[in-house]
Nanobody, 124 residues
């Protein structure tokens, strides 16, 4: 079992920045690829970014590429998402998720563990 807790969400103006954190506990954090997904009201959960176990492989949704940066600290059992140049369309609940896969995946269904989410609201 992996327990994930997100933090760092909030209300920010367009063009601003936020840094999300995801604290992991339970099984060995470094055994898991990690990802961020988001879900806006009335929409399906969508992939944002993912990172492999060691932090050397990352991928991003086209909508956030160049603005968001995913990272992890295996010594601290933590996952991060630095979000810059935020847009109103980034407004959503953001979730971190853990997957035993070697290569980080972009679909939500393979991910075994999920946090409760943190709200990000970007005003125009």
């Amino acid at each position: 079992q992996v327990h994930l807790v997100e933090s760092g969400g909030g209300l920010v103006q367009a063009g601003g920045s936020l840094r999300l954190s995801c604290a992991a506990s339970g099984r060995t954090f470094s055994n898991y690829a990690m990802a961020w997904f988001r879900q806006a009201p009335g929409k399906e959960r969508e992939f944002v970014s993912a990172i492999d176990r060691g932090g050397g492989i990352t991928n991003y949704a086209d909508s956030v590429k160049g603005r968001f940066t995913i990272s992890r600290d295996n010594a601290e059992n933590a996952l991060y998402l630095q979000m810059n140049s935020l847009k109103p369309e980034d407004t959503a609940v953001y979730y971190c998720a853990a997957d035993l896969a070697v290569i980080p995946r972009t679909a939500p269904s393979p991910y075994d563990y999920w946090g409760q989410g943190t709200q990000v609201t970007v005003s125009s």
